[in-house]
């Protein structure tokens, strides 16, 4: 703090109309959103530490998770964790990857993740599935993932490879099993 004041001391800003009290507020505003953003890495590096939603390879059921986007917000609702990742926000497991302006993730304290919801145009999902070792690949404007069902909905202009198969639709219910 006594470093900031001296650095706008000597930018010739206080004494040029800047009161300390307008100083302090500066410095304690920037506290603050450096405390949020922080804070915010923890949450997202605990919550990323216990995601385990692949129905892809194997040897996706334990790899690292990585979430990212512009800003996230994390509540806990009803005794469920929900965490909002918006703008660009991306979500990656081994050779599992979301994307979307949009993804929700819905958990209960010390369970695995219930539901993950990616809206937006062009939301995107791909895989590579265990059993064909054949990708998938989905889009739609809204894709809802249930990984304790093992199943994926699409909604508003769903699209669907698997392998040599299309599917397309205003809703698509796609099994992994």
Sequence with gaps: MIRAITSLVGAGLVGAGFSLRLIEQMLKTQAKACAYRYCMIVVLILFSAAADVSFA??????????????????KRQNNENICTYLDNAKFNQGV??????????????????????????????????????????????LITLYPNKSLMVLEGNGQIIAGQDTYNGPHIEYSFK
Excluded: F, W
């Design 57 to 74: 390879l194997s040897a996706d059921k334990k790899p690292v998770t990585k979430l990212s986007s512009n800003s996230a917000i994390c």
């Design 96 to 141: 599992t990857n979301l994307r979307a302006k949009q993804i929700t993730i819905y958990r209960m304290p010390g369970a695995k993740i219930n539901k993950i919801v990616a809206s937006g145009e062009h939301s995107h999902y791909s895989t590579v599935m265990d059993s064909s070792q054949k990708p998938v690949d989905a889009d739609a404007n």
